[in-house]
């Protein structure tokens, strides 16, 4: 994302945001609007890393309208602080009073991390540099959320190493769908099944020798299409 306004129903305008990578941004703070009202409309820019070192160098821009409910103003000026959030499916959420801390809706971030101890099996999968490697595992993570709500930080760190590492129609297998259906509302769910796993059935996930069942669609748009893999090393 390539920074944001948010502007009221009596035309104030705010801005925030930077050239930030996905689950990147939190904790940032831009000084100081004012802004009134309940209603209001959110823009911001941003465009595909991969595709714009391609050269095709195209901006594009989303918008959304955000109805935040009346709030008790804080005494302090420095608690006047309005969080942000964006998500997948491009709709926006707003935290008022929040706070100045790095707290993610999703936490693709801390997933990128997790998934630093498999990064030998990631090199052998995967001929990418680390920008574009962080990216992959941000799309993995928002795919799960748009597919299943998914926000659980354990949750998120399983299926994404399922869906890397392991077959990327994992979701598919008839009682990981059953699974990951339920786990938006019970957080930890699916992470319990993934770690609990049998033998053979890993076997059978990563060889794809299943039936396969319908998964959740996501609609054209909302994510970039994903990088063409190289071959690997070696």
Known sequence: MSGFTITDAFGNVASGGGDDPPGAGGGSVKCCYKLKGT?????????????????????????????????????????????????????????????????ARLPIVDVVKWMKQYQTQLDGRYDEREDQQFRRIARVVASAWLKYRMTDRDDLEQYTYFNLLVNSRFDAYPDAQRVLRAAAGQPGTFAKWALSLPGHVRSELANGKFVAVATPAIADGLLPQPRVEEKPHG
Do not use: C, T
């Open 39 to 103: 209603e209001f409309a959110v823009k911001w820019n941003y465009y595909d890393v991969d595709q714009w070192h391609k050269g095709d160098k195209q901006m594009l821009h989303g918008e959304a309208k955000v109805s935040m409910p009346q709030s008790r103003m804080p005494d302090d000026a420095g608690a006047r602080i309005l969080e942000v959030h964006f998500f997948p499916d491009r709709h926006v959420e707003f935290q008022f009073p929040g706070q100045l801390l790095d707290d």
